[in-house]
């Protein structure tokens, strides 16, 4: 079947060698594994649409790949070993950066980093910011509508594709992604394609907002007693003017602690060990002044008590290890060992009684799990990770025996609150069935309806988001 694709794509496009695919059949925390036939690495957005086209008359399954660094198993292929992976990482060309209309436009390949550095080399920030930002691609993180630690001033990825270009299942080509700020022109399927996670269409290359880039930056570690504490120095930072706050995190201290055995040389410069911690990252008009008004109002707040403890960054040497810190918290959660994860929002406001109640039931339910919690406080997107013990794992049967019980806890709580059971992450594989329990069934049957009308074949990661029909 695959020597119909033969012709129409250039050397390399076609890997079937068992240890050349293995990298791209995998998750990347290992949870998710799938077999397929072939990955395909088209060079242009032509061959995208040759192997759409050989798709659809072949009814094959396809699935979008970009960095491989999605957590919620949308990458991987399923067991059948019918599909194809579509791989878009030789698609890794910045077509156009334009400082005066202020865009970007990179092919899906493009790693964040990479288009990160040369906006920043332009003088302007690409303003979206995450741990796998070495990893992960612009296809990916538009597929994912990926979030990161700087929404609470910037938005969601949704926020800064102004236009894409993409690939539709019979092979339609939709070119040029559009640079236009204002265009009212009827539905606008663009938003659609941001967060479809590769099953509504091929991503090939997006354009994406730029701002000018910050003229000085300050970045804090704080220690605090209690979510609450973390959420009134948020609000105390703000009344005392400190409008720019690029960053809010809020991590617990057993996170840290898996981080500080990872990182056994990192040291948080606290003196003190803390239930809780905050990092904050503001924006001024140059270094020294944005560390002026961050330590004005630290010190109020350790003076009043909010804050038990904190350190400033006296340079970029110094923010750069106290986020070396907050992006490893992905990497030291993968050395966990199996358990449960969930990516998950309420109102900001809510967050901190959101923790003690799941905390509360986990403890009685779990007693000798860890309880491991860090996330977007700014956003009230927190990460929760639960990791039963081995031997608990063993009475229940294996793992997967508790899950039903960890989902009810943390999704329950979170519908009580009105929250969402997926914040930032996506649906993937691991929440098709949330889902189905957290939107309405009208919703549902709008969602099937656009993807129906998207991908009539179902071949465009089938199983992932809804269940496969
Ligand atoms: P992949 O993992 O390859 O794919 C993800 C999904 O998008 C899949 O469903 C895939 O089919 C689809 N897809 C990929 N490319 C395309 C395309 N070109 N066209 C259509 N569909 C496509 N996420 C956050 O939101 N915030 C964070 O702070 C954050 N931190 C992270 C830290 C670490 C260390 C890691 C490993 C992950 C983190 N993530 C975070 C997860 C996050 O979703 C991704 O890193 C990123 O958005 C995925 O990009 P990717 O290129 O790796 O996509």
């Known amino acids: 079947m695959m020597e119909a694709l033969q012709d129409r794509l250039g050397p390399g496009s076609i890997v079937t060698a068992p240890e050349a695919m293995a990298r791209y059949l995998v998750d990347w925390r290992g949870r998710y594994r799938g077999i397929a036939q072939a990955v395909l690495k088209p060079r242009d957005t032509a061959e995208v649409a040759a192997v759409m086209e050989w798709a659809t008359a072949t009814r094959t399954p396809v699935v979008p790949q970009g960095g491989n660094t999605g957590l919620s198993g949308g990458a991987t292929p399923d067991a059948s070993g019918r599909a194809v992976v579509l791989s878009l990482e030789r698609m890794n060309r910045i077509r156009a950066i334009d400082t005066e209309g202020d865009t970007v436009v990179a092919e899906a390949g493009c790693v964040l980093a990479t288009v990160q550095q040369a906006s920043r080399a332009a003088g302007r920030l690409l303003a979206i910011s995450l741990g ?124 840290m602690q898996l981080v500080l055995d990872l990182l056994p040389a990192a040291r948080t410069g606290l003196a003190n060990r803390h239930r809780w911690y905050v990092f904050v990252e503001t924006e001024g008009d140059s270094d020294e002044a944005a560390r002026e008004s961050l330590g004005a109002g630290m010190a109020a707040a350790l003076e009043n008590g909010t804050v038990a403890d904190a350190v400033l960054a006296q340079n970029g040497r110094q923010a750069a290890a106290i986020w070396h810190l907050r992006f490893a918290v992905s990497e030291a959660n993968r050395r966990t060992g199996p358990g449960f994860s969930y990516d998950v929002s309420v109102a900001t406001a809510a967050v901190p009684a959101f923790l003690d109640s799941i905390e509360a039931e986990l403890a009685v339910a779990l007693p000798t799990a860890r309880r491991l919690f860090v996330g977007h406080l700014g956003d009230g997107n927190m990460h929760v990770n639960v990791v039963p013990d081995p031997v608990h794992q063993e009475q229940a049967g294996g793992i997967e025996a508790l899950r039903p019980l960890v989902d009810e806890i943390v999704y329950g709580t979170v519908t009580a609150d009105a929250g969402s059971i997926s914040a930032e992450h996506g649906i993937g594989r691991l929440k098709v069935a949330a889902l189905g329990k957290a939107r309405p069934a009208h919703e549902l049957a709008l969602m099937r309806a656009i993807k129906a009308s998207f991908d009539p074949l179902g071949i465009l990661n089938p199983g992932v988001v809804l269940a496969a029909t």
């Open 132 to 255: 796998s930002e070495g990893s992960c691609q612009i296809g990916g993180i538009v597929a994912t509508n990926a979030g990161g630690i700087n929404v609470i001033r910037h938005g969601m990825t949704r926020d800064l594709v102004l236009g894409l270009e993409y690939v539709l299942a019979d092979g339609t080509v939709s070119r040029t992604p559009s640079l236009l700020r204002k265009d009212n022109t009827g539905y606008d399927l663009r938003h659609l394609l941001i967060g479809s996670e590769g099953t509504l269409a091929v991503i090939t290359a997006a354009s994406l907002r730029l701002l000018p880039a910050p003229r000085g930056t300050a970045t804090a570690l704080c220690g605090v007693g209690h979510p609450r504490d973390a959420l009134a120095l948020l609000g105390r930072l703000r009344d005392a003017g400190l409008a720019a706050i690029a960053s809010f995190e809020l991590m617990c201290e057993g996170e």
